[in-house]
């Protein structure tokens, strides 16, 4: 436990003064890209963040290796490899754009390599019993889910702060199953590589969020988004792929399936997000991997959500429904993860549906809450002291369409 806390630890010092590194670098090279239609930032910003995240998991990964941690030195070098592959073409997609061919081929391979090197799905547990497929049913399955992982957690990058702080949530949570998994089988390679995995994400995440939080100094880009998105992918199909739930203790028959819906569930928003894209781009006849303003994301900005609120509606969903698949491994029990799923997914209904905007209009009309009114000033400018706005705030706060542009 303490190795991986001090691997985490390492991952998110390095990150974060690479990151003060690469954004003076960019800066002074004048390296933010022009904004595109779909961005929400109004200033051209640096979207080399990854390049930070990945020095981040170099020095963490060496420091993991002086330890004994009983991962495989091979997978570690695949990992690795992988991550460089990963690395080398978004920041190259991050600074020209890369036709969506280009880097479909990259990502194939950086999943190729790691399946490759042992780090597949061997096996998929249901139940007390492994269903297992060919080497090369086995190759091509982890390559694919590999894939379709790094693009879904790649789709989600839209907001200041959201991809960071969701892997921060999302590996804690995973974190803390590998660790149950070790005190429940005595250990093995397969958990332990996954749990170094999810430690050198919540530190590499954790790292470079106070950069990339509202309104953000830099962006990870596709080089840190798929980078994040290759490591969640790697840890589930080292834990799901690998794992025998015959270990696990059967007092209550889900919990066997957990290895399987745990993993998918840190990864539910992501992967939901990801598959509504894609359809809604074939139904209108397009690629699938072009870009629109249409995710989940840029429907809660057209909803009246200021940005950090629907970066804030992420983060209380994933925490949800990564916590009550968890309760129902930890307690073996039904009632208690029910409670959190039911509360909790109220709560997130609640939340996503009822955006501050709206609720401060409808206080209003009701006499319930009195908002203030712009000082004119003798130019014709509001004041912006204590207690009044800008015409411009004025107007974002009251027309959603006009804020998201803000």
């Known amino acids: 436990m303490l190795t991986f806390l001090a691997v985490a630890a390492v991952a998110a010092g390095v ?58 030195t091979s997978q570690l070098w695949a990992l690795l490899g992988a991550c460089a592959i990963i690395a080398v073409i978004g920041v190259l997609d991050d600074l020209f754009d890369l036709d969506w061919m280009i880097k479909l081929a990259a990502q194939l391979l950086a999943a190729g390599l790691l399946a490759w090197q042992g780090v597949q799905i061997v096996s998929l547990p249901f139940g007390d019993t492994l269903v297992v497929g060919s080497p090369s049913v086995n190759f091509v399955l982890t390559v694919v889910l590999m894939t379709l992982v790094m693009n879904a957690v790649n789709f989600v990058d839209g907001l200041d702060g959201l991809v960071a702080g969701v892997a921060i949530i999302a590996n804690s949570v995973f974190f803390v199953y590998t660790q149950l998994l070790t005190a429940e089988t005595g250990g093995d390679s397969s958990i332990t590589l996954a749990a170094l995995i999810a430690a050198v994400v919540v530190g590499i995440a954790a790292g470079f969020l106070p950069f990339n939080w509202h ?25 799901t792929g690998q794992l025998n739930p015959a270990a696990l203790d059967q007092k209550l028959v889900l919990a066997s399936y957990i290895p399987i819906i745990l993993p998918m569930a840190v990864l539910a928003l992501p ?44 983060y209380l ?81 009251t027309n959603p369409d006009e804020r998201i542009q803000q």
């Not at 800066?27 to 109004?42: F, G, I, T, W």
């Not at 309104?215 to 834990?239: E, K, P, Q, Y």
């Not at 009632?335 to 709206?358: D, E, K, N, Q």
Request: charged share 15%; glycine share 8%; hydrophobic share 50%.
């Open 215 to 239: 309104r953000a100094r830099m962006f990870m880009g596709d080089t840190g988004a798929l980078l994040i998105g290759l490591l969640m992918a790697t840890s589930t199909v080292s834990v």
């Open 271 to 314: 992967l939901a997000d990801f598959t509504l894209a894609v359809l809604r781009r074939l139904r209108a006849g397009k690629s699938p991997f072009s870009a629109d303003r249409k995710h989940l994301h840029h429907r809660l900005l057209d909803m009246g959500h200021s940005p950090v609120q629907a970066v804030c509606i992420f």
């Open 317 to 397: 969903w994933t925490a949800v429904i990564s916590l009550a698949c968890l309760l129902v491994f930890t307690m073996q029990e039904f009632f208690w993860p029910a409670v959190v799923a039911i509360s909790g997914g109220a709560l997130c209904l609640v939340v996503t549906l009822t955006p501050l905007v709206r609720l401060r209009d409808w206080m209003a009309q009701r006499g319930l809450l009195r908002l203030s009114v712009p000082a004119r000033l003798p130019d014709g400018e509001a004041s912006t002291g204590t207690g009044t706005q800008t015409d411009a705030e004025t107007d974002a706060e």
């Open 15 to 72: 990150t974060a003064i690479a990151s003060v590194a690469v954004l003076a670098l960019s800066r002074r090279l004048r390296l933010a890209p022009a904004l595109r239609e779909r961005d929400v930032h109004q200033v051209p910003t640096p979207r080399l963040g990854g390049v930070a995240m990945f020095l981040g998991i170099l020095v963490a990964t060496f420091v993991a290796s002086l330890f004994d941690t009983g991962v495989e």
